[in-house]
């Protein structure tokens, strides 16, 4: 079964920082993005960010100036560096790995804001 695997979760304090990982699932399908959402208890998951195999990059507004995405292609690997984080910040953030036709899921790692 394909799926990314995240790391990198953890508990934080208001305005600190995380970086999370995420490994690609080595398979057969072409992967076209790779991005990071996020579901915060009682909501709806939610887009973070996403990064293209040629670098592009976007972001939603909430996290824009404070979150990047970037990848490491030889180990397969793209990051989400995570800074001034807010409270709001707190959710189950999932790595998603996209290939023509698919979409592919991690199991989540919980990050929580807190003091």
């Known amino acids: 079964q394909v799926q990314p695997v995240e790391f990198g979760g953890g508990l934080v304090q208001p305005g600190g920082s995380l970086r999370l990982s995420c490994a690609a699932s080595?398979?057969?399908?072409?992967?076209?993005?790779m991005g990071w959402y996020r579901q915060a208890p009682g909501k709806q998951r939610e887009f973070v960010a996403t990064?293209?195999?040629?670098?592009?990059?976007s972001y939603a507004d909430s996290v824009k100036g404070r979150f990047t995405i970037s990848g490491d292609a030889a180990k397969s690997t793209v990051y989400l560096q995570m800074n001034s984080l807010k409270p709001e910040d707190t959710a189950v953030y999932y790595c998603?790995?996209?290939?023509?036709?698919?979409?592919?899921w991690g199991q989540g790692t919980q990050v929580t804001v807190s003091s």
């Open positions: 998603n790995q996209k290939s023509p036709g698919y979409d592919f």
């Open positions: 080595r398979g057969i399908f072409r992967i076209t993005d």
């Open positions: 990064i293209t195999v040629s670098g592009t990059t």
